[in-house]
């Protein structure tokens, strides 16, 4: 018997009013992603990747259809539900890091466990993070301002802070967008190595065909619909 999968959407659908008319971003959404895959999603800017992304990471509860994140109906669960399936359940890596620039590298990566109602010590979340930048080849740089990190070196902290929780699902919106081909590769390589270490999903949006073709399935986005995959 096959497992459930990670993410289970049908005819999942979202549209927003502006200036008085409707604009139709999803037109009707099939798809499953099973533990370890990798699915790509590509396609010009404004054809709906990142509102799938949204409803996926239960951050939009807006849309038609029916999604299902870990066995969980998302259209069902309450706003404290949403935010404990993303706080423990998820992982979030964006095109601009968003990381803190006050605090170090290692407290960067320790931010998810903090959020936590019942995270570990302080001496088992810094233990943790140390763990996690090594696997992103960070180790050492701890104590370091993530200000005197490059690019690269910044999503990958952004990484390690994403798989801090031991995710099921890690989400990606265009993280290789500011980065040079050389350096986007790396991220699309820890992404590999992650799933494979972690057992985690991959649900990542981008502009780089050459890198999404790394996935297992990549869905070409057209106007709010699946045109190939």
């Known amino acids: ?6 993410v289970s959407l049908t005819s999942v659908k979202r549209s927003f009013e502006e200036g008085g ?29 990142t509102t799938l992304l949204s409803i996926v990471g239960a951050l939009d509860a807006g849309f038609d259809g029916s999604a299902h994140l870990l066995g969980q109906d998302l259209a ?3 706003d404290d539900a949403r935010s404990r399936l993303r706080a423990t359940e998820l992982g979030f890596v964006f095109q601009a890091f968003c ?4 605090l170090t590298v290692r407290q960067n990566v320790e931010v998810p466990l903090w959020l936590l109602d ?23 740089r701890e104590g370091q301002s993530v200000m005197q990190l490059s690019g690269g070196e910044r999503q990958r902290v952004a990484i390690a802070r994403a798989m ?17 081909t050389e350096t986007g590769a790396r991220i699309f390589g820890l992404f590999d190595a992650m799933r494979a270490e972690e057992g985690c999903a ?11 073709e790394r996935a297992d399935r990549v869905l070409r986005f057209e106007q709010g619909r699946v045109v190939s995959q």
Do not use: F, Y
């Not at 018997?1 to 990670?6: F, L, Q």
């Not at 990381?99 to 006050?102: F, G, T, Y």
């Open 118 to 140: 019942d995270g570990p010590d302080a001496d088992t979340a810094a233990k943790r993070a140390s763990e996690m930048l090594e696997r992103v080849g960070l180790g050492g």
């Open 76 to 78: 069902a669960l309450d």
């Open 1 to 6: 018997m096959s497992a459930a999968p990670i």
């Open 202 to 212: 991959v649900l990542v949006a981008t502009h780089d065909a050459a890198m999404a």
């Open 21 to 49: 008319r409707r604009r139709d971003v999803l037109a009707g959404i099939d798809l499953e992603i099973g533990a370890k895959q990798m699915i790509a999603l590509v396609g010009p800017s404004g054809c709906g990747k």
């Open 99 to 102: 990381l803190l620039d006050h």
């Open 164 to 180: 801090i929780n031991r995710p099921k699902l890690l989400l990606a919106d265009e993280p290789t967008g500011n980065l040079d």
